[in-house]
């Protein structure tokens, strides 16, 4: 049973527009949320978190939406490149910080 | 400041035997993580140690194991091993806690059971 759940597999977007990532959670103790970004050969980096207290965050390009009594979180990447093109995780974190429980990810390409 | 490293990064082992795997934090790091990746499932947390201490441990079976050394190195241990068992394991270090802190991938080591 998969607590941390993203839906699609993966996702194109054309190049300057934007890219909407989708994550969803069954765990309603998990207060902290991050998302990572993956290349090929290369481990996960980290992108941007969000706690529960929050609604939004936003870092650059990149902003992340909290909808807690939905359950459900979004990246959302503005304007989107083509460095962009990568598998982003959704990650969730109880309040005591334990175990960190990651979604199969989101392969996104962003054409040209 | 030199990232997360691994070793080795590829390993091909046949089912029953053992591996042991390595991961050298970050400097400075005392928080270290173990993450198993395979198709479809996404990363799975194996274990988190500090001060050479298990602090959490995810849901896998007892064959796989690690230790912390006194400075922070890790090795993740799997003993008498599965096809299954074939994905990618990450390690990830943090200052203090991968809540509190950024945590920080290696590239992993591909391990192949055959």
């Known amino acids: 049973d998969q607590q941390v759940k993203q839906n699609s597999p993966s996702l194109s977007v054309q190049e300057g527009r934007i890219s909407i990532l989708n994550c969803d959670y069954t765990n309603s103790m998990f207060d902290y949320f991050l998302w990572y970004k993956k290349y090929p050969a290369e481990g996960p980096t980290f992108l941007i978190s969000?706690?529960?207290?929050?609604d939004k965050n936003e870092d650059g390009r990149f902003t992340v939406f909290l909808n807690k009594s939905a359950k459900h979180l979004s990246l959302h990447i503005v304007p989107s490149q083509p460095g962009d093109s990568a598998v982003y995780f959704c990650a969730a974190s109880g309040h005591y910080g334990q175990n960190f429980v990651f979604g199969p990810g989101t392969r996104l390409s962003v054409l040209p | 400041k030199a990232g997360v490293t691994q070793t080795p990064r590829y390993l091909i082992k046949t089912r029953g035997q053992q591996v042991t795997l390595s991961c050298s934090p970050i400097s400075g790091h005392r928080s270290v993580s173990w993450y198993q990746q395979t198709p479809g499932q996404g990363l799975q947390f194996l274990f988190e140690?500090?001060?050479?201490?298990?602090?959490n441990k995810g849901n896998f079976p007892g064959r796989f194991s690690g230790r912390q050394f006194s400075n922070s190195r890790s090795e993740m241990n799997v003993s008498t091993l599965e096809l299954g068992d074939s994905a990618l394991y990450l390690c990830?270090?943090?200052?203090?806690?991968?809540?509190?802190?950024?945590?920080?991938f290696g590239p992993g080591t591909r391990l192949t059971v055959l």
């Open positions: 140690y500090f001060s050479e201490t298990q602090r």
């Open positions: 990830a270090s943090s200052l203090s806690s991968p809540k509190m802190d950024t945590q920080y």
């Open positions: 969000i706690s529960s207290i929050k």
